[in-house]
């Protein structure tokens, strides 16, 4: 019966976030302070009347995006004249819309993360453990985001007693509810009950003893050789007749590039999902019910390999920033034995 509740609760946990995501994109709640003075928001009523401080339901992040759209596309109309446009708030609103874009793209990855999981529950894949992980951190960061605004509304907003602190409690409930699922989650089903798309698992290690076996067999010096030379002539292709067409259709249409870019990346997911199937579809599940699986597999994967590229660059930007340290307290120490060195003059 325990096991039972958990993975019912399992079950809900995706959609909660996933209503948020919709949340944010569509009708986004913010919170309203009318003693604050710092911002404009207490201006936006247009009634002439100061509003009360509160929570208001305003457009969500597509709909501010296009707001901020239209407002750079008039500041930067031909028809207003160079000398009186506004650079400094362009570009500023320029960034303004750079990272609206940013957070429409995270909800989108949030809530197709949340269908995924679910569907890896539903259908007991055996990567559904690391994906509902993945969901649960995000939803501690986003929880954990938002307590300063609950906060400082529950402390300015009268009556606070009544709503403020008892959802402040509530959120910090969730964070702890999460942080219990993330580490709980495993043991919602066993290996053997959560055993589909599992000829995934291992296909990586087995066709990388393929490979090394073959390669110890058949490698030369020449092959060598010519391998490392096809490979620098198949760069320069690559880069003459593939990178410098994309950057220049990048710098120049910009639209045309992104459609592109994203038609590719479609046919890319196509090609990879297409393969899972052939792999490790279930016998079990039927056509599309494989095919759901597979699309949540493809965000198993692109969310690990994201990690991996996090980490890698952090470890790397902490090597470089270590050898920098290093290098500084070099030259500290051998100024301090050797006074005669001063500025980079010869002794």
């Known amino acids: 019966m325990k096991k039972i509740s958990k993975l019912h609760v ?3 946990i995706p959609f909660v976030l996933l209503v948020v995501c919709l949340f944010q994109l569509f009708l986004q709640p913010t919170f309203l ?6 911002t404009m928001e207490s201006m936006l009523d247009g009634s002439g009347r100061e509003p009360m401080s ?14 901020t759209q239209k407002i ?9 004249p160079t000398d009186s446009q506004p650079e400094d708030t362009i570009d500023r609103i320029g960034r303004i819309l750079l990272g609206l874009r940013i957070q429409i793209f995270f909800y989108f990855f949030l809530g197709f993360l949340s269908v995924a999981c679910f569907l890896s529950l539903y ?5 559904y453990s690391f994906l509902n992980r993945i969901l649960y951190v995000f939803g501690i960061v986003y929880s954990v985001s938002i307590l300063p605004t609950l906060l400082g509304a529950a402390v300015r907003t009268s009556g606070a007693n009544f709503w403020g602190f008892p959802t402040v409690l509530l959120v910090l409930g969730w964070i702890v509810f999460l942080a219990y699922m993330t580490v709980s989650i495993k043991s919602v089903f066993n290996d053997a009950e959560a055993d589909r798309f599992s000829s995934l698992r291992n296909l990586k290690e ?18 060598s050789v010519l391998h490392f030379l096809s490979i620098i002539l198949l760069g320069a292709l690559v880069g003459n007749l593939v990178y410098i067409p994309l950057f220049m259709l990048q ?22 999902v297409r ?8 016998s079990e599940l039927g056509k599309f019910q494989n095919l759901a699986l597979g699309l949540s597999y493809l965000q198993m994967r692109f969310v690990r390999n994201i990690l991996f590229g996090v980490v890698g660059f952090t470890l790397v930007i902490v090597f470089i920033v270590f050898i920098f340290s290093l290098l500084i307290v070099n030259i500290n120490v051998l100024e301090n034995m050797f006074p005669a060195i001063d500025g980079g003059q010869n002794l």
């Open 10 to 12: 399992a079950y809900v």
């Open 33 to 38: 302070d009318a003693n604050d003075t710092t």
């Open 54 to 67: 509160g929570f208001y339901f305003q457009g969500g992040t597509i709909s501010q995006m296009l707001l």
């Open 72 to 80: 750079l596309s008039e500041l930067s109309d031909n028809g207003v």
């Open 123 to 127: 259908y007991r894949a055996f990567f």
């Open 206 to 223: 087995e066709e990388a003893e393929f490979r090394t076996g073959s390669k110890a067999e058949s490698e030369t010096i020449l092959l």
């Open 251 to 272: 710098k120049n249409y910009t639209n045309q590039f992104g459609i592109l870019m994203l038609i590719s990346l479609l046919v890319l997911c196509g090609f990879y």
């Open 275 to 282: 393969n899972y199937l052939r792999l490790g579809k279930s």
